[in-house]
């Protein structure tokens, strides 16, 4: 398959090279996609989170009486559960967009491909 041969017309040979350029550029986003899906976001454990980013057991209390000291326990809690849980679905989220933006530059290039063959294919 020659793209630029010379019996090709010049609107032929135009349009070559704009599909050429533009298969360059969805092969680079393909392959920057597909580097994303590879490294993806960890997601870990609640209690790996609640050890690095709550720090639970770190917190200082207000108060000094055991009541207290329960009470602001099951509100920190709270609070980690309810960003342990936002944190998570961010990340699913991140790596869902991934894997779909992945799939539809895999399959834009195929489509590019199959178009710039399709155009130049010769008909015996």
Known sequence: MR??????????KIVNSIMVIVLVFSIIIMIGTGIK???K???VSY?????EV?????????CTDEVCKSELDKEREKSCSKYYLKDKTEKERINES???NFL???????????????????YN
């Open 3 to 12: 793209l630029f041969a010379k019996e090709k017309d010049l609107l032929l």
């Open 37 to 39: 899906l590879i490294n």
């Open 41 to 43: 976001e960890k997601i």
């Open 47 to 51: 209690e790996q989170y609640s050890k």
């Open 54 to 62: 709550c720090a639970l057991d770190k917190l200082e209390y207000e």
């Open 98 to 100: 991934a894997l779909n």
């Open 104 to 122: 539809i530059s895999f399959s834009t290039t195929i489509v590019i491909f199959t178009f710039l063959h399709i155009l130049n294919k010769k």
